[in-house]
């Protein structure tokens, strides 16, 4: 199936439009020119019958013509002539127009001021226009009309070809335009919209040459007219978010293969060792073998927990925890590396209860306590305390740092990232606190890092309202 185009329906659409707007309009002005040229006919005949009816004048009883006046010559007989017929006040022929050739107009009235215009067939079988309207005659003797005076009717009838002709040629032209409007329209519209709809080829064209290797480019904004303009800015946030994606992806690989082809090694260098000299095997051969495979199973291990939550497939099964009890359980196995480092330690814990994943909430306070005895300087503070903010609870793992920067955090919780690697002596992989804050996502929390006061980096395990972990 043909994906719908939104050019050709914008074109079909408005070809319809216009062409209905033309026809309405060539319908508007031919029915107003129509009714123009129509009243201009009828006002001449209004006055042709006013001419006639200033040539009756009435004695007594009798109504006289002056048929010798010019103003009847087009009355004369003629079988293309015009026609009048004048009737008494009974109703009695009073003159006709030798055109009649003693035949009968129809006899209809209205008043002088509003006559009445009709059209009929002429006695000659013509089209013609009627007009027809009662008037009292002048008096031949210049008397004063006396009141209730007889009135007369009047009526005239003209051939209406001219008319006639004058409106098929009004169709003419009004079609003839049409027709030419209607053609400029099929031709100009399409053009009109391709050119219109340049800008969004041209995003599109792109669009087409971004790949994984380009994702730096951008949409230039300031050149794209105003309604492309959010698509475009929507689509650099776009190219924006995939770029650092990208970016960390090429960098998670990298790290990796960093993190894994130590430990190879080591087992390669091992397993050639013992069968080079078999007879040198020790039993301090096995326990690096067996603390190898161990370090590759957790980096494995690790790696496995956090595609799942990539993923979604991550599931929390809450439960009751104290967060009093819990807390000095899991700090205390790390006070031993602390005091060797010579890192004093305060932990301030009330009850606080909350609803967690027990497991995935000690796999994140266990890698927030090792973070801090681990990168503390020696002779350093760490600060381990419960807060009630309102009906959430927080908890602080503070430690003093050296030559952490504001920017580093923006990177704290990338996969892989470790400030002094050397430091740790090959434990940390820069993959705990990646891990922590997936757990804590899972379960609805939420694990954020800031630097508070002079040398000091604080994170912040917050509870989610109400307190409760994953339903």
Not at 26 to 51: G, K
Not at 144 to 155: D, Q, Y
Not at 232 to 254: H, I, K, Q, T, V
Request: charged share 25%; net charge neutral.
């Amino acid at each position: 199936m043909t994906p719908p185009s939104i050019r050709r329906q914008l074109t079909r659409r408005l070809l319809l439009v216009l062409s209905l707007l033309l026809c309405a309009g060539l319908a508007a002005i031919w029915l107003a020119t129509r009714s123009a040229l129509a009243r201009e006919f009828d006002r001449a005949l209004a006055a042709r019958a006013a001419a006639v009816a200033t040539l009756v004048e009435q004695d007594g009883d009798r109504l006289f013509l002056d048929s010798t006046n010019p103003l009847l010559g087009g009355f004369a007989h003629n079988p293309r002539g015009d026609f009048f017929e004048i009737w008494r006040a009974d109703g009695t022929v009073a003159a006709r127009s030798p055109s009649l050739a003693g035949g009968d107009l129809p006899r209809t009235a209205g008043t002088f001021e509003r006559p009445r215009f009709f059209n009929l067939t002429l006695p000659n079988g013509e089209d013609g226009r009627l007009i027809g309207f009662a008037f009292t005659p002048e008096n031949a003797r210049d008397e004063r009309r006396p009141a209730g005076a007889p009135v007369s009717t009047l009526v005239v009838a003209v051939n209406r070809e001219r008319l006639d002709e004058k409106f098929l040629e009004l169709i003419a032209i009004v079609g003839a335009v049409g027709a030419l409007l209607l053609g400029a329209t099929l031709l100009v519209v399409p053009r009109v919209l391709r050119r219109g709809l340049q800008p969004l080829d041209q995003l599109a064209d792109q669009a087409a040459r971004i790949d994984a290797e380009t994702l730096s480019t951008r949409f230039p904004i300031e050149s794209l007219p105003m309604e492309l303009r959010p698509i475009g800015g929507r689509l650099n946030d776009l190219l924006c978010r995939l770029e650092g994606s990208f970016e960390r992806e090429r960098r998670f690989s990298a790290d990796l293969a960093h993190e894994l082809r130590t430990p190879l090694a080591e087992l390669s260098t091992l397993a050639e060792c013992a069968l080079k000299w078999p007879e040198t095997r020790d039993e301090a051969a096995y326990r690096d073998t067996l603390a190898i495979a161990r370090q590759m199973e957790s980096l494995v291990i690790t790696m496995l927990a956090l595609a799942r939550g990539d993923r979604g497939q991550l599931a929390g099964h809450p439960e009751p925890t104290d967060l009093a009890t819990l807390i000095p359980e899991i700090w205390n196995p790390f006070t031993a590396r602390a005091a060797a480092r010579g890192l004093g330690s305060s932990v301030a814990v009330n009850p606080a209860p909350v609803t967690a994943d027990r497991t995935m909430l000690r796999s994140i306070l266990a890698n927030l306590f090792d973070n801090a005895v681990d990168y503390a300087p020696a002779g350093g503070e760490i600060a381990i305390s419960v807060d009630s903010r309102g009906p959430a609870l927080v908890v602080t793992v503070a430690n003093t740092v050296e030559n952490l920067n504001p920017e580093d955090l923006d990177r704290f919780f990338d996969r892989f990232w470790r400030k002094e690697a050397a430091r740790t002596g090959g434990r940390h992989f820069g993959l705990g606190l990646p891990l922590a804050r997936t757990f804590a996502s899972v379960m609805g929390w939420e694990l954020t890092a800031r630097l508070d006061r002079p040398g000091w980096l604080v994170l912040t395990l917050k509870a989610p309202f109400p307190r409760a972990g994953v339903a």
